[in-house]
């Protein structure tokens, strides 16, 4: 955790450092290392929408394997509540695709982040791919969210894509 820490405290990391990025976040999240990774994250959520993809990209792949439970944070995962209201769609999917992982549970912003996936997904105007992509993060969400937005998408009216996304979630 140090190292990647450290990588991250560089104003401007060069290129070869940014490819260590996911690497050193996976090892981290793979041995379940909760503080370490609350520390990281407090890192990335202060840095470049870049970063930010890889490092929170690395830590849901090592979070993906194993079996073992998912960490607690001394912090209660503060800095990824804030990731879960970025701008950039990408770092919000991943930070959904990491709260998932992490368990966490009835966080406003988790809440908020499923409210909207829920309202574009079913939202007839939005193209296609952005409802896909809705419905793609609600299969993160617990079974309550699911659960209807997945029954109005099997209707016969809805596009084929759609239907499929929402058998997957």
């Known amino acids: 955790g140090t ?3 450290a990588l991250l405290e560089k104003p401007t990391p060069i290129a070869s450092t940014t490819a260590l990025l996911a690497p050193l ?18 890192k990335v ?7 930010q993809r890889e490092c929170l990209h690395g830590l849901v792949t090592g ?3 194993g079996t073992e439970p998912a960490p607690s944070s001394p912090d209660d995962w503060a800095p990824l509540k804030s990731l879960l209201g970025s ?13 998932a992982a992490l ?5 406003p912003e988790l809440e908020s982040a499923f409210a909207a996936a829920t309202k574009h997904a079913l939202d007839v105007d939005r193209p296609l791919d952005e409802r896909q992509r809705a419905v793609e993060l609600l299969a993160n969400a617990p079974f309550g969210h699911v659960s209807p937005v997945a029954t109005a998408l099997l209707d016969a ?12 979630a």
């Open 3 to 5: 190292m990647l820490v």
């Open 25 to 42: 976040a996976a090892t981290i999240s793979g041995r379940r290392a909760g503080p370490e990774i609350s520390r990281v994250l407090s």
């Open 45 to 51: 959520s202060h840095t470049a929408e870049k970063i």
């Open 63 to 65: 979070l993906s394997r």
């Open 87 to 99: 701008d950039s769609s990408e770092i919000r999917t991943l930070s959904i695709k990491l709260a």
């Open 103 to 107: 368990k966490i549970k009835g966080s």
């Open 157 to 168: 009216r809805q596009p084929p894509e759609l239907q499929q996304a929402a058998i997957k």
